[in-house]
């Protein structure tokens, strides 16, 4: 998806029609749910101050204590997968070679 140094190909907010972009993702079909909830309004509220129109505005979700849980578990996971991924390295789109180590330290 990155074509000479910018992101390109990425027209939706939909989280869950982003995912399946992937195959990066761990869980992915298990936390559907968690995709979709966050999905819902994300162009209202949770991205722009307000919606394209009045029709695009949609009410504020609950933020429940169930999904937030999930969403707290999946950052946990993804932090780990994406340590793992930049400590593998890449080569960028104009032959640059990356890699990053993250330490935790607490």
């Not at 029609?17 to 993702?25: F, K, P």
């Not at 949770?46 to 169930?66: K, N, S």
């Not at 070679?97 to 935790?104: A, L, P, R, S, T």
């Amino acid at each position: 998806m990155i074509e000479e140094g910018f992101i390109s190909k990425i027209t939706t907010h939909n989280l869950w029609s982003l995912a399946n972009r992937t195959s990066c993702i761990p869980y992915k079909a298990r936390d559907r749910w968690v995709f979709e909830a966050l999905s819902e309004g994300n162009e209202s509220w949770a991205r722009y101050p307000c919606g394209r129109d009045a029709d695009d505005i949609q009410r504020e979700g609950q933020f429940t204590v169930r999904l937030w849980g999930k969403y707290c578990s999946m950052m946990n996971i993804y932090t780990v997968k994406m340590k793992k991924m930049l400590s593998k390295g890449w080569v960028g789109p104009f032959g640059f070679y990356g890699k990053w180590e993250i330490i935790d330290s607490f």
